[in-house]
């Protein structure tokens, strides 16, 4: 006769794993979901003519989702060309250079900024971002712009990404053993030297891992970017064009969905390649950054 | 000789002006919430539904939305905490820590953690129907449950990982089983971690818009049922901004004030709580 309180612990194992197994299947159950909803149009259409397509007529049936995923491939290549250096230039500074008291307010920079909702990025977008295009930037490069363009959602998605940028580059900075910078030091090398040829190299890989984290993160961000990107299911041709990202358009026609046939199909195809891409992105940093942790001990 | 000196200057310059560009940008993005915000808001936006003829501009606030957000947020924290607590206590007392199982378990919470939420969204959508639901303060709590599980339980098994071990072994060594100590010792030990760590998901829940605009739908009443849609303040933010209307615009401002400073003083309460329970806490 085991007694009442193994009994309980018993019972709670039970209860836990079978918690921690359900947890452990959700992210085969989204996989699963969205396959069976996108079957409909996959089973109709070949997923070359789906991927590789641009023409967009919901209405006569034809999906082509080329301009979309061009879209979003623009945006988030914009945001990574301005968040990157600025990103990795101030890590270096908060890990190398900054004092005390700077150093400890990175921190809290970082969470506001990750705390931010992003109809609030959205909004700012909208009043800043864009009649500064409209006005000052497009023109400048004697060119015309609404200003609801890719640069817009670009600029916008890259101080998104800043928290995830800056966080994940300190770690790695930190990760990189002191003896090593004092060891360069002591043979005569500036601090941008032993930056640039210690520092730099030994934290490559996780560098790289923040980026790619980085680029996920911008591929799936949807209300500011619909806020402030146009738009238009046209490929767009530079940066003052409008672009109409992959999440924009799965938020944008909540509406009309349900009403045109097949529409509610493509829509969560189209969310299952988000899915796809993002997964893709994470588990290469991931895996990085596991090669990287794995190290240090 | 020179050059070297040359190089680390420009390099030390262009460090300080990129940390400046990033502060700046999060002073001027708060610096422009609150002043387009603060003219707009006033005491009937915090207190009314929309009334008649809201959406042209006439009387009416935003109540609904922010009933909505709190309601929608709360119940999601709720669930996910009821969720990932046993997860995470199960991966820090009952499972070694290599075996396959919590390795799995913790890739694929670091997976998830990185979802859009707009798949979440799509996600929510094809569950909501499968229920035969339809968009409902229920289907976007559930929606939004999804969304900030991984959160949750990245949160607090952080904070476990960090408890010392031989805390455990004291108490396995007088006796308790490991339900006992979980729920005892380890659970009070990380009690400010998993304070923090609701009120994360709290905050992540209350701001995102994408995961709600296909399942929590919008309405200018109340939220009073769990099968009924509900409005979210993200969502208020982003329909009122789509007007021509300047008035309506103006709300929408005012609407992403309250919503701004929802979050920074959740961010501020979780930092508050954090402290008062440290109490519990042996170092």
Known sequence: ?297 | MNGRRIEEGVFQGLMIASTLIIFLTLGMIIATVVAEGLPALSLQMITQTPQGGYYLGKEGGVLNAILGSLFLAGGASLLALVMSLPVVLYLNVYSHPRSPLSRFTRFSLDVLWGVPSIVYGAFGFTLMIALGLKASLLAGILTVALLVLPIMCRAMDEVMRMSPPELAEASYSLGATRLETALHILSRQCLPGIVTAVLLAFGRGIGDAASVILTAGFTDALPTSLLRPAATLPLAVFFQLGTPIPEVRERAYASALILTLLILLISLLSRLLARKFTRHVVR
């Open chain 1, 1 to 297: 006769m085991i007694s009442f309180r193994l009994l309980k612990d018993r019972i709670a194992r039970g209860g836990m794993l079978s918690v921690t197994l359900s947890v452990g299947v959700i992210l085969f159950l989204v996989v699963a979901g969205l396959l069976v909803k996108s079957w409909p149009i996959l089973s109709l259409k070949p997923l070359s003519s789906l991927l590789f397509s641009s023409a967009w007529r919901p209405n006569h049936g034809e999906f082509g989702f080329l301009p979309f995923l061009l879209g979003t491939i623009w945006v988030t290549a914009v945001a990574i060309v301005i968040a990157v250096p600025l990103c990795l230039l101030s890590a270096v500074y908060f890990s190398e250079y900054a004092p005390r008291l700077i150093r400890e307010l990175s921190r809290p920079l970082v969470d506001v900024l990750a705390g931010i909702p992003s109809v609030v990025y959205g909004l700012w977008g909208v009043l800043v971002i864009v009649p500064l295009i409209n006005g000052q930037i497009a023109p400048f490069f004697g060119s015309y712009s609404t200003g609801y363009c890719v640069l817009a959602g670009g600029a916008v998605l890259a101080i998104m990404i800043f928290p995830v940028i800056i966080h994940v580059s300190v770690e790695v900075f930190r990760s990189v053993p002191g003896e090593v910078r004092e060891a360069s030091l002591a043979l005569g090398a500036t601090r941008f030297q032993t930056v640039k040829f210690v520092v730099l190299r030994r934290a490559l890989p996780g560098i790289i891992a923040a980026v790619v984290l980085g680029v996920s993160r911008a591929f799936g961000e949807t209300m500011a970017v619909l806020m402030v990107a146009g738009n238009v299911p046209i490929i767009p041709r530079g940066i003052f064009d409008p672009a109409y990202p992959l999440p924009a358009l799965i938020a944008n026609n909540y509406g009309e969905m349900l009403s045109i046939p097949l529409y509610d199909s493509a829509l969560l195809f189209a969310s299952l390649v988000l899915f796809v891409v993002v997964i893709f992105f994470i588990v290469v940093s991931r895996l990085i950054l596991k090669r990287i942790q794995a190290r240090i001990e």
